[in-house]
């Protein structure tokens, strides 16, 4: 998370606010390379805004490697995946 404080990471959550989502996708190396998540099975996907903003999953507040995203659609609880 290139060492960014909590409260830092909170206070930047109004500019996604009122954005739309344009594209999900993998992310690419050099995204994960950027995230420092190099791994040969690293994988994760992104959420592309219409500001050119994204949004991913990590599996915790330090960023340590990608995480999975989930929802909810009506009251089914889903994974969040792309087609191959």
Not at 30 to 42: I, V
Not at 54 to 76: K, Q, T, W, Y
């Amino acid at each position: 998370m290139n060492q960014k404080s909590r409260s830092e990471v909170v206070q930047v959550v109004p500019l996604f606010v009122g954005k739309r989502i344009v594209a999900i996708r993998e992310m690419t190396r050099k995204e994960l390379s950027a995230q420092g998540w190099d791994g040969p099975r690293a994988c994760a996907l992104v959420i592309v805004l219409d500001d050119g903003s994204m949004i991913f999953a990590s599996r915790d507040d330090e960023g340590n490697s990608p995480g999975a995203l989930f929802g909810v659609v009506g009251d089914v609880g889903v994974y969040v995946g792309v087609e191959s």
